[in-house]
Protein backbone atom coordinates (compact mmCIF):
# COMPACT_ATOMS: atom_id res chain seq x y z
CA UNK A 1 0.00 0.00 0.00
CA UNK A 2 1.57 3.60 -1.00
CA UNK A 3 2.39 5.44 1.73
CA UNK A 4 0.86 9.49 2.02
CA UNK A 5 2.78 12.03 1.91
CA UNK A 6 2.44 15.83 2.61
CA UNK A 7 4.26 18.84 0.27
CA UNK A 8 5.49 22.28 2.06
CA UNK A 9 7.17 25.33 0.47
CA UNK A 10 8.13 28.38 1.93
CA UNK A 11 9.55 30.87 -1.17
CA UNK A 12 11.42 34.09 0.80
CA UNK A 13 13.43 36.82 -0.74
CA UNK A 14 16.57 35.27 -0.61
CA UNK A 15 15.76 31.48 -0.43
CA UNK A 16 13.28 28.91 -0.68
CA UNK A 17 13.14 25.71 0.86
CA UNK A 18 10.43 22.78 0.40
CA UNK A 19 9.94 19.62 2.44
CA UNK A 20 8.43 16.31 2.04
CA UNK A 21 6.62 15.08 4.95
CA UNK A 22 5.52 11.61 6.27
CA UNK A 23 2.65 10.89 7.86
CA UNK A 24 4.24 11.36 11.33
CA UNK A 25 5.18 15.16 10.63
CA UNK A 26 9.01 13.64 9.87
CA UNK A 27 11.04 15.31 7.35
CA UNK A 28 11.89 12.46 4.35
CA UNK A 29 13.21 14.90 1.83
CA UNK A 30 13.82 18.29 2.21
CA UNK A 31 15.98 21.33 -0.07
CA UNK A 32 17.15 24.70 0.53
CA UNK A 33 18.43 27.18 -2.40
CA UNK A 34 18.04 30.19 -3.56
CA UNK A 35 15.52 32.66 -4.92
CA UNK A 36 17.78 34.50 -7.01
CA UNK A 37 15.09 36.98 -7.78
CA UNK A 38 12.59 34.29 -9.70
CA UNK A 39 10.15 32.64 -7.47
CA UNK A 40 8.64 30.56 -9.89
CA UNK A 41 11.80 28.67 -11.75
CA UNK A 42 13.63 28.64 -8.06
CA UNK A 43 10.17 26.67 -6.43
CA UNK A 44 10.50 24.62 -9.83
CA UNK A 45 14.45 23.61 -9.40
CA UNK A 46 13.26 23.05 -5.80
CA UNK A 47 10.57 20.21 -6.65
CA UNK A 48 12.69 18.53 -9.03
CA UNK A 49 15.28 18.10 -5.89
CA UNK A 50 11.77 16.60 -3.96
CA UNK A 51 10.76 14.46 -6.31
CA UNK A 52 14.25 13.33 -7.20
CA UNK A 53 15.19 12.60 -3.32
CA UNK A 54 11.65 11.74 -2.25
CA UNK A 55 10.70 7.70 -1.48
CA UNK A 56 9.57 5.79 -4.73
CA UNK A 57 5.60 5.32 -5.04
CA UNK A 58 4.82 8.00 -2.50
CA UNK A 59 1.95 9.71 -2.69
CA UNK A 60 1.41 13.51 -1.99
CA UNK A 61 -2.07 14.41 -0.19
CA UNK A 62 -1.80 17.94 0.84
CA UNK A 63 0.48 20.76 -0.44
CA UNK A 64 1.08 23.87 1.39
CA UNK A 65 2.95 27.34 0.35
CA UNK A 66 4.33 30.04 2.87
CA UNK A 67 7.03 33.11 2.53
CA UNK A 68 6.71 36.62 0.35
CA UNK A 69 5.77 34.38 -3.12
CA UNK A 70 3.21 32.21 -1.85
CA UNK A 71 0.28 33.01 -3.48
CA UNK A 72 2.24 33.05 -6.79
CA UNK A 73 3.59 29.40 -5.91
CA UNK A 74 0.58 28.43 -4.22
CA UNK A 75 -1.01 28.87 -7.91
CA UNK A 76 1.95 27.06 -9.84
CA UNK A 77 1.36 23.79 -7.31
CA UNK A 78 -2.35 23.69 -6.76
CA UNK A 79 -1.69 24.57 -2.84
CA UNK A 80 -4.70 23.24 -0.56
CA UNK A 81 -3.16 25.98 2.01
CA UNK A 82 -1.78 29.62 1.39
CA UNK A 83 -0.87 30.93 4.67
CA UNK A 84 1.90 33.67 5.97
CA UNK A 85 4.92 33.31 7.46
CA UNK A 86 3.62 34.15 11.34
CA UNK A 87 1.32 30.98 11.20
CA UNK A 88 3.61 28.91 9.01
CA UNK A 89 6.63 29.23 11.33
CA UNK A 90 4.46 28.69 14.76
CA UNK A 91 2.77 25.29 13.36
CA UNK A 92 5.99 24.07 12.37
CA UNK A 93 7.32 24.93 15.36
CA UNK A 94 4.74 24.05 17.74
CA UNK A 95 4.99 20.43 16.02
CA UNK A 96 8.68 20.10 17.30
CA UNK A 97 8.49 22.26 20.27
CA UNK A 98 5.22 22.30 22.36
CA UNK A 99 6.54 24.18 25.06
CA UNK A 100 8.00 27.02 23.02
CA UNK A 101 6.65 30.64 24.19
CA UNK A 102 8.99 32.93 21.69
CA UNK A 103 10.34 32.15 18.29
CA UNK A 104 12.71 34.51 16.90
CA UNK A 105 13.44 34.36 13.39
CA UNK A 106 16.36 36.04 11.25
CA UNK A 107 16.15 35.05 7.76
CA UNK A 108 17.64 36.90 4.67
CA UNK A 109 16.08 40.51 4.57
CA UNK A 110 12.87 40.06 6.92
CA UNK A 111 13.07 39.18 10.77
CA UNK A 112 10.18 38.01 12.92
CA UNK A 113 8.92 37.67 16.65
CA UNK A 114 6.37 35.29 17.81
CA UNK A 115 5.01 35.20 21.37
CA UNK A 116 3.23 32.31 21.81
CA UNK A 117 1.37 31.00 25.17
CA UNK A 118 -0.02 27.88 25.49
CA UNK A 119 0.30 26.79 22.12
CA UNK A 120 -1.70 30.00 20.61
CA UNK A 121 -0.29 33.21 19.15
CA UNK A 122 -1.02 35.46 21.07
CA UNK A 123 1.38 38.33 19.76
CA UNK A 124 4.16 38.79 17.04
CA UNK A 125 6.28 41.22 15.26
CA UNK A 126 8.12 41.62 11.63
CA UNK A 127 10.77 44.35 10.60
CA UNK A 128 9.51 47.07 8.12
CA UNK A 129 11.22 49.02 6.13
CA UNK A 130 15.04 48.45 7.24
CA UNK A 131 16.73 45.24 6.60
CA UNK A 132 19.68 45.82 9.35
CA UNK A 133 20.59 42.74 11.13
CA UNK A 134 19.28 40.81 8.87
CA UNK A 135 21.27 38.10 7.19
CA UNK A 136 21.92 40.22 4.22
CA UNK A 137 23.25 42.81 6.20
CA UNK A 138 25.77 40.36 7.82
CA UNK A 139 27.33 39.32 4.52
CA UNK A 140 27.56 42.06 3.18
CA UNK A 141 29.75 43.38 6.20
CA UNK A 142 31.51 40.04 5.91
CA UNK A 143 32.87 40.88 2.37
CA UNK A 144 33.84 44.06 3.64
CA UNK A 145 35.81 42.20 6.10
CA UNK A 146 37.15 40.04 3.85
CA UNK A 147 35.54 37.05 5.36
CA UNK A 148 32.96 34.39 4.31
CA UNK A 149 30.07 34.34 6.47
CA UNK A 150 30.24 31.27 7.39
CA UNK A 151 33.21 32.23 9.46
CA UNK A 152 31.74 34.83 11.54
CA UNK A 153 30.02 32.48 13.92
CA UNK A 154 33.44 31.31 15.24
CA UNK A 155 35.63 34.12 14.69
CA UNK A 156 33.06 36.10 16.62
CA UNK A 157 33.15 33.65 19.37
CA UNK A 158 36.95 34.28 20.17
CA UNK A 159 36.31 38.21 20.64
CA UNK A 160 37.23 38.96 24.04
CA UNK A 161 36.44 42.88 24.06
CA UNK A 162 33.24 43.17 20.94
CA UNK A 163 33.57 46.30 19.51
CA UNK A 164 30.19 48.68 20.16
CA UNK A 165 28.79 49.52 16.84
CA UNK A 166 26.42 51.76 15.76
CA UNK A 167 23.19 49.29 15.41
CA UNK A 168 20.02 51.41 14.49
CA UNK A 169 20.96 51.85 11.07
CA UNK A 170 23.02 49.64 8.19
CA UNK A 171 24.60 52.81 6.98
CA UNK A 172 25.36 54.05 10.20
CA UNK A 173 26.73 50.46 10.90
CA UNK A 174 29.06 50.46 8.31
CA UNK A 175 30.06 53.84 8.78
CA UNK A 176 31.36 52.92 12.25
CA UNK A 177 32.54 49.71 11.43
CA UNK A 178 35.00 51.14 8.94
CA UNK A 179 36.13 53.81 11.12
CA UNK A 180 36.87 51.22 13.80
CA UNK A 181 38.73 49.00 11.22
CA UNK A 182 40.61 52.04 10.96
CA UNK A 183 42.01 52.88 14.01
CA UNK A 184 42.78 49.05 15.15
CA UNK A 185 40.24 47.18 16.18
CA UNK A 186 40.64 43.20 15.57
CA UNK A 187 38.49 41.46 12.88
CA UNK A 188 37.14 39.54 15.87
CA UNK A 189 35.77 41.75 17.87
CA UNK A 190 34.34 43.69 14.97
CA UNK A 191 32.57 40.73 13.98
CA UNK A 192 31.63 40.06 17.66
CA UNK A 193 30.30 43.54 17.73
CA UNK A 194 28.81 42.78 14.44
CA UNK A 195 26.91 40.32 16.21
CA UNK A 196 26.01 41.91 19.23
CA UNK A 197 24.66 45.09 17.07
CA UNK A 198 21.94 42.38 15.32
CA UNK A 199 20.44 41.18 18.68
CA UNK A 200 20.60 44.99 20.12
CA UNK A 201 18.68 45.68 16.74
CA UNK A 202 16.11 42.86 16.38
CA UNK A 203 15.57 43.48 20.38
CA UNK A 204 15.08 46.95 20.47
CA UNK A 205 13.28 46.94 16.92
CA UNK A 206 11.37 44.00 16.24
CA UNK A 207 10.82 43.12 19.70
CA UNK A 208 10.09 46.51 21.14
CA UNK A 209 7.67 46.54 23.88
CA UNK A 210 7.59 42.51 23.80
CA UNK A 211 8.40 40.54 26.78
CA UNK A 212 10.68 37.44 25.54
CA UNK A 213 9.68 34.42 27.62
CA UNK A 214 11.64 30.91 27.95
CA UNK A 215 11.62 28.33 26.22
CA UNK A 216 13.56 30.94 23.26
CA UNK A 217 13.73 29.30 20.26
CA UNK A 218 15.70 30.50 17.31
CA UNK A 219 15.17 30.42 13.44
CA UNK A 220 16.41 31.30 10.15
CA UNK A 221 19.38 31.64 8.17
CA UNK A 222 21.39 33.87 10.98
CA UNK A 223 20.58 31.19 13.65
CA UNK A 224 23.71 28.85 11.86
CA UNK A 225 25.82 32.07 13.34
CA UNK A 226 27.09 31.09 16.65
CA UNK A 227 28.14 34.62 17.51
CA UNK A 228 24.49 36.02 17.04
CA UNK A 229 23.49 33.18 19.24
CA UNK A 230 25.89 34.05 22.07
CA UNK A 231 24.64 37.80 21.72
CA UNK A 232 21.11 36.93 22.13
CA UNK A 233 21.74 35.06 25.36
CA UNK A 234 23.95 37.38 26.77
CA UNK A 235 21.05 40.40 25.75
CA UNK A 236 17.67 38.18 27.42
CA UNK A 237 19.89 36.39 30.35
CA UNK A 238 17.81 33.05 28.73
CA UNK A 239 19.30 29.87 27.09
CA UNK A 240 18.36 30.56 23.14
CA UNK A 241 17.33 26.87 20.93
CA UNK A 242 18.53 26.18 17.75
CA UNK A 243 16.82 24.08 16.31
CA UNK A 244 18.53 22.09 13.28
CA UNK A 245 15.08 21.93 11.56
CA UNK A 246 15.19 25.75 12.31
CA UNK A 247 15.30 26.83 8.11
CA UNK A 248 12.84 24.36 7.35
CA UNK A 249 10.11 25.06 9.57
CA UNK A 250 8.44 27.32 7.48
CA UNK A 251 7.73 24.89 5.15
CA UNK A 252 7.09 22.32 7.59
CA UNK A 253 4.70 24.18 9.33
CA UNK A 254 2.98 24.98 5.19
CA UNK A 255 3.15 21.38 5.09
CA UNK A 256 1.06 20.42 8.27
CA UNK A 257 -1.27 23.11 7.20
CA UNK A 258 -1.99 21.57 4.11
CA UNK A 259 -2.64 18.83 5.72
CA UNK A 260 -5.13 20.34 7.94
CA UNK A 261 -7.47 21.12 5.02
CA UNK A 262 -6.84 19.04 1.99
CA UNK A 263 -9.23 17.46 -0.18
CA UNK A 264 -8.13 16.58 -2.66
CA UNK A 265 -9.52 14.13 -5.21
CA UNK A 266 -5.82 13.21 -6.71
CA UNK A 267 -2.59 13.18 -5.56
CA UNK A 268 0.17 16.12 -6.26
CA UNK A 269 1.71 15.20 -9.54
CA UNK A 270 5.25 16.78 -10.33
CA UNK A 271 4.67 16.45 -14.18
CA UNK A 272 3.91 20.30 -13.43
CA UNK A 273 7.33 21.01 -13.92
CA UNK A 274 6.97 20.69 -17.56
CA UNK A 275 4.41 22.79 -17.87
CA UNK A 276 5.10 26.68 -19.29
CA UNK A 277 4.01 29.43 -16.29
CA UNK A 278 3.76 32.74 -17.46
CA UNK A 279 2.56 36.02 -15.33
CA UNK A 280 1.31 39.03 -17.07
CA UNK A 281 0.34 42.39 -15.02
CA UNK A 282 -1.68 45.63 -15.72
CA UNK A 283 -2.48 48.57 -14.28
CA UNK A 284 -6.72 48.76 -14.56
CA UNK A 285 -7.80 51.57 -16.00
CA UNK A 286 -11.58 51.40 -15.05
CA UNK A 287 -11.52 53.73 -11.86
CA UNK A 288 -9.42 56.25 -10.08
CA UNK A 289 -7.54 53.30 -8.01
CA UNK A 290 -5.48 51.82 -10.84
CA UNK A 291 -4.74 48.49 -9.16
CA UNK A 292 -1.84 46.90 -10.45
CA UNK A 293 -3.58 43.46 -11.23
CA UNK A 294 -0.98 40.48 -11.87
CA UNK A 295 -2.80 37.16 -14.13
CA UNK A 296 -0.78 33.92 -13.27
CA UNK A 297 -0.94 31.34 -16.32
CA UNK A 298 -0.35 27.52 -16.79
CA UNK A 299 0.12 26.91 -20.51
CA UNK A 300 -2.02 30.27 -21.58
CA UNK A 301 -4.73 28.81 -19.24
CA UNK A 302 -5.45 31.47 -16.53
CA UNK A 303 -4.50 30.09 -13.02
CA UNK A 304 -5.19 33.12 -10.82
CA UNK A 305 -5.84 37.05 -10.44
CA UNK A 306 -4.64 38.93 -7.83
CA UNK A 307 -3.89 42.47 -7.00
CA UNK A 308 -7.60 44.56 -7.48
CA UNK A 309 -8.67 46.45 -4.56
CA UNK A 310 -11.66 47.12 -5.72
CA UNK A 311 -15.18 45.56 -4.79
CA UNK A 312 -16.62 44.71 -7.88
Known amino acids: MEATYSLGIDVGSISTKGVILDGRGEVVADAYLLTEGNPLDSARCLLDILGRAAPNDIQITAVGTTGSARRLVGAMVGADSVKNEITAHAVGTLSRHPDVRTILEIGGQDAKMILIRDGV ?14 GAFLSSQAGRLGLRVEEMGDLALRSQ ?62 SRNAGVVAAFERELG ?75
Open 121 to 134: VTDYAMNTLCAAGT
Open 161 to 222: SPTRLAARCTVFAETDLIHKAQIGHSKEDLVAGLCQAVAVNYLGNVGKGKRVAAPVIFQGGV
Open 238 to 312: ERIQVDPEGPLMGAIGAALLGREVSCRAEPFCFDLLDCDYQTRAAVCEDCANHCEVVSFYRDDVLLDRWGGRCRV
